[in-house]
């Protein structure tokens, strides 16, 4: 698609001339407006199929958020911040152009009505002197503003005609993962609560699972969209969508954690001598082993990428990850003077 050129249109318009007549100045003020709408619409036409496709695919983002009362307030907040922005910034804009043209040619009527309007009165004459010498801005610099606004529109669409895939695949990630985290809320939560009341486990306890489970999930949670900004930006592109997918497959592990290996943990040590202790230790273990399986996977990508930019954004982005899990078991360990644990372990810690 060739970028819009605002020179031919430019030539079109003698711009000492209308600097020294509002009629003319005007009257160029609607024909350039017209010039831009109509070049506004041939590229939509051209572009007609892949427009429709993501106006389809962009229905959902574009509805009003509705809060789920099942999720906390940080937990609606952090969804509709996330339709929001995500909505915001896959929009073809260009009604969003059409709008700011539309708004110009506007003026330009105004100022025919309003001229009419002083010629039908009884002070044309003087009334005619304010309208000659009231300031209007060059009329080069507003040709050269609105060519602006069509090619940033005519950008924007070529960026979708380009990543058509990964934006199709965005949407649709963000449709799973909002999905998901109302079942993580409801039914993941209802099937956890039932299993262990099914074994006799009391509800202080497997309520502390699901908060614990909660502020990880959570945690992951706020993680989805800032890959997603950065590749909208320009970055990671060949690899976001891998990035997504290890982070929905570490939720998802530590999701089969809680599902199915909490609740055995406890059962194992629940009747041991210091059995709370070996209890919560266990636990610590294998969720930094989930972790470390993120975290491999996750060094994967970064090798791939070619950009030193990108691999710091990586590193970056999951440190939080990373951290919670050491840092859970840090406390523990600090918690209870702990002095028999697995030196390999601490050592493996220490230097990951």
Not at 11 to 22: D, G, I, K, T, Y
Not at 181 to 187: E, M, N, R
Not at 328 to 338: G, Q, Y
Request: proline share 2%; net charge negative; charged share 30%.
């Amino acid at each position: 698609m060739p970028k819009f050129d605002g020179a031919p249109l430019s030539a079109r318009f003698n711009v000492a001339e209308l600097a020294a007549s509002p009629i003319k100045y005007f009257d160029a003020v609607n024909a350039l407006a017209d010039a831009l709408l109509d070049a506004l619409q041939a590229y939509e036409t051209a572009q007609a199929a892949t427009i429709g496709e993501f106006s389809q695919a962009a229905l959902t983002l574009g509805e009003k958020y509705t809060d789920n009362p099942n999720l906390t307030p940080d937990e609606n907040r952090l969804l509709a911040d996330r339709q929001k922005f995500l909505a915001r910034r896959l929009e073809l804009r260009t009604d969003e152009s059409k709008s700011q043209i539309l708004s110009l040619k506007m003026q330009a009527e105004k100022f025919f009505t309003r001229l009419d309007d002083i010629i039908s009165g009884d002070h044309s004459i003087r009334e005619l002197v304010d309208v000659k010498t009231e300031s209007r801005t060059d009329f080069a610099f507003l040709v050269e503003n609105y060519v602006r606004i069509v090619q940033n529109a005519q950008s924007n669409l070529h960026f979708f005609i380009e990543h058509k895939d990964l934006v199709l695949n965005i949407v649709k990630a963000w449709e799973v993962w909002s999905d998901d985290y109302a079942v993580f809320k409801t039914s993941l939560r209802e099937k956890l609560f039932a299993d262990c009341r099914a074994d006799n486990v009391d509800e202080e306890i497997f309520t502390a699972w699901y908060e614990d489970w909660r502020t990880k999930r959570f945690e992951i949670e706020q993680k989805f969209l800032p890959p997603i900004e950065f590749a909208l930006k320009g970055h990671l592109f060949g690899v976001v969508e891998k990035v997504l997918q290890a982070l929905h497959d570490y939720r998802d592990e530590v999701d089969r954690f809680y599902l199915q290996e909490r609740k055995g943990i406890y059962q194992d040590f629940a009747f041991n001598a210091g059995g709370e202790l070996q209890d919560e230790f266990t636990t610590e273990s294998r969720l930094f082993a989930v972790t470390e399986k993120f975290q491999l996977n996750l060094q994967k990508i970064i090798f791939a990428c070619d950009k030193v930019e990108e691999r710091i954004f990586l590193l970056k982005w999951a440190e939080s990850l990373l951290d919670l899990s050491v840092k859970s078991i840090v406390e523990f360990v600090k918690e209870r003077a702990l002095d028999k644990i697995s030196e390999n372990f601490l050592t493996r810690l220490a230097n990951r």
